[in-house]
């Protein structure tokens, strides 16, 4: 079934002394998730922004596997920007800078912190199990933000679950956006031609997809004008 966390450490996960949460769904996803991404970061350098990194726990894994990559985590929640710095400093790893706080809603958002000392322009974004457990604004928020920051190679990476031409793909995603919906009717599975649909007004196309576990998708957007992946 596919993975729904709305607040690490309100389900039971554990909390570190330092803040640190723990999602059940990092030890189950990280390791084909960067399979994926792997394939493109292997040997590239820049930065790579997490929009909404949750505990932190995946930036962290991903910038001990990419020592020349530059990784920059955001989230809006208080307690995933704390646990996001806990698992910094408990890493100690040089190339993860501080959590920014990030709203995806706002189309105007930048990955840059309040020093103005930010990227400029990303490699990639990179953003999981977000844009269902979310108004659509913060999709069309953050295709915005990707088309804006993007470099001319870069690359956009979805990770959750997803429908395809209007139809689940498996009946656990069916139940869990009814979960979804009764939760907040602004939530719910989004359908990938919708978001080709997005990417397209912003000049993004869709260029690859990636079945993944548990009945979830990466989806991968690239600029219009990119060679073909």
């Known amino acids: 079934m596919a993975e729904f966390v709305v607040e690490f450490g309100k389900d039971g996960s554990p909390l570190e002394p330092d ?13 084909p998730i960067w399979a994926v991404l792997k394939d493109f970061l292997a040997g590239r350098s820049g930065d790579v922004l997490e929009a909404g990194s949750g505990t932190g726990q995946h930036v962290v894994h991903f910038a001990g596997q990419t ?34 706080p990030i709203d995806l809603s706002d189309p105007a958002w930048s990955p840059a912190p309040p020093d ?30 990707a088309a804006r920051h993007l470099r001319g190679d870069g690359r956009l ?15 656990s995603n069916a139940v869990f956006d009814t979960s979804l919906r009764e939760r907040d009717p602004e939530w719910g599975v989004r359908d990938i031609a919708d978001l ?28 219009k004008d990119a060679a073909q992946s």
Not at 19 to 31: C, K
Not at 122 to 145: K, S
Not at 162 to 169: A, L, S
């Open 19 to 31: 803040g640190r949460l723990d999602a059940a769904a990092f030890h189950r996803n990280h390791q």
């Open 67 to 100: 020592p020349e990559i530059i990784w920059w985590p955001s989230d809006l929640s208080a307690a995933h920007l704390r646990s996001i710095a806990a698992w910094r400093a408990h890493a100690g790893l040089a190339n993860i800078r501080p959590p920014q």
């Open 116 to 145: 103005g000392k930010g990227p400029d322009k990303l490699l990639a974004i990179f953003c999981a199990n977000v844009i269902h457990i979310a108004p659509w604004r913060v999709a069309e928020g953050l295709f915005a933000g």
């Open 157 to 171: 990476f979805l990770y959750g679950p997803f429908k395809r031409d209007g139809k689940h793909t498996a009946l």
């Open 196 to 223: 080709e649909t997005l990417a397209d007004g912003v000049g993004l196309r869709l260029a690859d997809t990636f079945e993944m576990p548990a009945n979830n998708m990466i989806l991968m957007f690239v600029r």
